[in-house]
């Protein structure tokens, strides 16, 4: 089945380091991924999202171009700031399903 | 925020009880999805309402159970309450169009702790 595997956290960086958090995708069809955020204590919150090929999510800051030569959605921030502590989470959604496929999350910590 | 509401915030409830979550969607929205969330894992898609009606089921018992009212706000309904139903469980609308749906936007969620 459909199905997202990221790479495992937790990750730890200092402020203003680059960031890059993997995702790759298994899924027949053309699915829609996504990049959402969960902070402490709450519900996701999306982040940027790319529904075709080569397509370039990007919002705050952070980027992700969808790859289907390599099932890939990668994460990536130039200079990542504190307050970006949180969980991301890699998501998958085929346009004619209905069951969003989420990775299991990878915890980022940014010390100042 | 992203307009999708849910309520309670937290819930404490003993095993064999029952448990109702709510959620009221977006407005626009028309499609009401489920899911649990287990400490330090992704969420589990549970099901999805669409139209009034149950549109798609992941793998989950029976007791796992839902409503969407004609306002397209939806209920989470869990009987025989386990131990292992403690979780984070959010819900997520979106607008299914022909052929499709659209972005799901999420919930703050609301956790549940069985004792």
């Known amino acids: 089945g459909d199905s997202v595997t990221q790479m495992e956290g937790p990750v730890t960086l200092s402020e203003e380091a680059f960031l890059t958090i993997n995702c790759t995708y298994t899924a027949t069809g053309y699915p829609s991924l996504f990049w959402y955020v969960q902070y402490p204590g709450e519900g996701l919150q999306l982040l940027l999202k790319?529904?075709?090929?080569?397509d370039k999510g990007s919002n705050k800051g952070f980027e992700a171009t969808y790859r289907k030569e390599t099932t890939s959605f990668h994460l990536e921030k130039g200079s990542v700031q504190v307050s970006d502590s949180a969980v991301y989470f890699c998501?998958?959604?085929?346009?004619?399903?209905?069951?969003?496929?989420f990775g299991a999350g990878t915890r980022l910590t940014v010390k100042p | 925020e992203t307009g999708v509401t849910q309520s309670p915030t937290h819930l404490i409830k003993t095993r064999g009880q029952q448990v109702t979550l709510r959620c009221s969607s977006q407005?626009?929205?028309?499609?009401v999805s489920w899911y649990q969330q287990a400490l330090g894992q992704g969420p589990q898609f549970i099901f999805q309402y669409y139209r009034e009606e149950e549109n798609g089921r992941g793998n989950f018992p029976p007791r796992f159970s839902g409503l969407q009212f004609p306002n397209y706000s939806s209920e989470l309904n869990v009987n025989a309450l386990e131990l292992d139903d403690s979780a984070l469980y959010l819900c997520?609308?979106?607008?299914?169009?022909?052929?499709?749906?659209?972005?799901?936007?999420f919930g703050p969620g609301t956790r549940l702790l069985v004792l």
């Open positions: 790319a529904t075709k090929a080569d």
């Open positions: 407005s626009g929205h028309n499609t």
């Open positions: 997520a609308s979106s607008v299914t169009l022909a052929g499709g749906q659209e972005t799901q936007y």
């Open positions: 998501a998958l959604i085929k346009y004619n399903n209905n069951d969003m496929r």
